[in-house]
């Protein structure tokens, strides 16, 4: 089964930061675009950022713009979301996966892992 296994959640106070990461399980990242997601359980999962099988095009929802930043580390079969000036906002629990594409309308190519949970609060 091609997943990740995502980590480095945990509570920040507001203003913080985190680094999460993505380890790919059971395949390489070469050659994938993967994105993050993020989901209150009972909603709809929506996109945060994605990154480019190079690695040389990213993208970034609205809300973290300037803020979060994703990278990929190939040789690691790891891809990354450094998260900075966090919001109560942000919370959610946090997912990866990989893509068709990133663009709007891309097909997840991935399994679903458990995610990590990420709490902003003081």
């Known amino acids: 089964q091609l997943q990740f296994v995502e980590s480095g959640g945990g509570l920040v106070q507001p203003g913080g930061s985190l680094r999460l990461s993505c380890a790919a399980s059971g395949f390489t990242l070469d050659h994938r675009h993967v994105g993050w997601f993020r989901q209150v359980p009972g909603k709809e999962r929506r996109v945060v950022s994605c990154i480019s099988s190079s690695g040389d095009a990213t993208n970034y929802a609205d809300s973290v713009k300037g803020r979060f930043t994703i990278s990929r580390d190939n040789a690691k079969n790891t891809v990354y979301l450094q998260m900075n000036s966090l919001k109560p906002e942000d919370t959610d629990v946090y997912y990866c996966?990989?893509?068709?594409?990133?663009?709007?309308?891309?097909?997840?190519?991935?399994?679903w892992g458990q995610g990590t949970q990420v709490t902003v609060s003081s």
């Open positions: 996966a990989a893509r068709s594409s990133c663009s709007d309308f891309s097909l997840i190519l991935t399994s």
